[in-house]
């Protein structure tokens, strides 16, 4: 067995991260563009995210500048998004993930009338793909939620916002459904307890001493958003295909102490309880005990789980980029991650971020889903930041790269041999953009290179590097020429 003939081959990229154009043709603010740089982002923000209050919010609106707001700049996709879909045909790409950003539709998440201007945008960039016979996949809450939603309701705390949801959703459908087949609701789902900001809108102070009980809330107001989502998608657009996204912590014992062993299994039922909700309807017996145990008590109406269980996503998104470990003993060295900590694995490598390499736990991680849950797979995120340098002649060099992909490709080749039903792989990111947690351009991701720095000077002027020609000929070969 190898990979299926019409596998998708591609690349993800996220509106907040590559638009730019933050206040042009009616956009109206995200909580994307409060983010700041933070180039040296410590552990303990890594392990919290939980740093926003309402006077950075108040500042951050009122300073209307890019200057410390990165991703209100981002590469400029909004204007190069021809020059850079060239790029990525020119690579083979057969498909392309990317979000839409919900307040460049609703500004505000709540009027009547869409924005125009976004919706054409858009439809432009669909076209735009289907001319050079890209395939996307679209989701549609990627870390870029409506700021005014936040500020008014402290985001997903509140449930209006499933209405407010879902009304952006079933417009997009009706716009696009005849370029999108397949879809995706929110980007790494079970990342609100993270980044409750980031995910959800929600301004911890605003919640008192119960953040915890807001961020449970917020989760299930998210869950019944997407299964509703999931009901309109196969409603309005025939043959439409509605996924759940999870951030894939796959996570080891740091020893074989019993305790270790403990902390991984619990760190990996609750992972996968996200998508467990999305995919089998249903929240698990183990996840309510935990709820109750922790005295959370969720709101909900009297068809929210009739809802959950009619309406389950058709497949599973994930993005893999380290595995992690637990562990008991307090002295072990922490590392940071994607967005998340963990007791650093001594037989692993590391990224100039302190992230770990795994490629083998990309393998275990195909599996472990598969079996679990026996629904389509894709891997919608896989990849790592570096420094590149650009040579005299203009060439970059980046065997680093190379060899990461290289050898996480050649394990999900095996896990596709194992039997796992894969349907496509989009690398994080297939250009160089702004990092989602230290807001950097300078922790590089793509084949494709950007001139900007830090501060936003450059050119923005695209090269290829030498994995850009190393990515064409696997995808040419579907997979088969690793070398």
């Known amino acids: 067995m190898s990979f299926r003939e019409d596998f998708l081959w591609g690349g993800a990229i996220a509106a ?14 995200s909580v994307a563009d409060i983010a700041s740089f933070k180039p040296n982002l410590s552990i303990e923000d890594y392990a919290g995210h939980n740093t926003i209050t309402n006077q950075m919010i108040a500042d951050a609106i009122e300073d209307q500048t890019t200057s410390i707001y990165p991703k209100r700049r981002g590469i400029d996709f909004y204007h190069h998004y021809p020059e850079d879909i060239a790029l990525f045909a020119e690579m083979g790409f057969k498909t392309l993930r990317l979000s839409i950003a919900w307040s460049r539709i609703f500004p505000n998440g709540e009027e009547e009338v869409p924005n125009e201007k976004g919706l054409a945008f858009y439809e432009n960039v669909f076209k735009e793909l289907k001319k050079c016979n890209i395939e996307p996949i679209v989701t549609l809450s990627h870390y870029e939620m409506p700021l005014a939603l936040s500020t008014k309701y402290n985001g997903w705390v509140d449930r209006r916002l499933i209405d407010c ?47 915890e009980q807001a ?42 102490h019993p305790a270790d062993v403990e902390l991984a299994l619990l760190s990996n039922l609750n992972n996968h ?11 698990p017996p183990l996840y309510q005990a935990q709820l109750k145990a922790k005295g959370i008590q969720l709101t909900m109406e009297p068809d929210d789980l009739k809802i959950l269980k009619a309406h389950t996503a058709d497949y599973l998104a994930f993005s893999y980029y380290m595995s992690r470990t637990e562990s008991a003993d307090p002295e072990k060295e922490i590392t940071s991650g994607n967005t998340v900590t963990g007791v650093k694995n001594p037989y692993l490598e590391s990224t100039e971020w302190g992230w770990q390499i795994d490629p083998v736990g990309l393998r275990v991680s195909l599996l472990e889903l598969y079996d ?3 629904v389509p797979l894709i891997i919608v995120e896989n990849g790592m930041g570096a420094k590149d340098t650009v040579e005299e002649d203009g060439s970059i060099h980046d065997p680093y790269r190379i060899n990461y992909f290289r050898e996480h490709l050649s394990e999900m080749k095996k896990a596709v041999e194992m039997g796992v039903d894969l349907f496509g792989y989009t690398s994080w990111a ?16 793509g084949f494709i290179y950007v001139d900007q ?19 064409k000929q696997v995808i040419a070969s579907n997979g088969e020429d690793l070398e």
Not at 227 to 249: F, N, R, V
């Open 16 to 29: 907040n991260q590559v638009e730019g154009a933050w206040n042009l043709d009616g956009k109206g603010m």
């Open 165 to 211: 949801f879902v009304n952006y959703a079933k417009v997009c459908f009706e716009r696009f459904g005849k370029y999108v087949k397949y879809w995706l609701t929110f980007n790494e789902i079970d990342s609100v307890g993270r980044h409750p900001f980031t995910t959800a809108g929600i301004i911890p102070e605003n919640c008192g001493d119960r953040l």
């Open 215 to 256: 961020v449970y809330q917020a989760l299930h107001h998210q869950y019944v958003a997407a299964a509703l989502a999931t009901k309109d998608c196969h409603e309005l657009i025939p043959g439409s295909q509605m996924g759940c996204m999870l951030t894939k912590l796959t996570t080891y014992p740091n020893t074989c």
């Open 273 to 283: 309880a996200h998508a467990d909700i999305q995919i089998c309807g249903e929240y």
């Open 372 to 374: 679990r849950y026996r």
């Open 430 to 445: 297939p250009i160089d953009l702004i990092s989602v947690s230290t807001s950097q351009m300078s922790k590089r991701y």
């Open 453 to 471: 720095e830090d501060d936003g000077s450059g050119s923005l002027k695209r090269s290829k590097k030498d994995s850009f020609y190393w990515y």
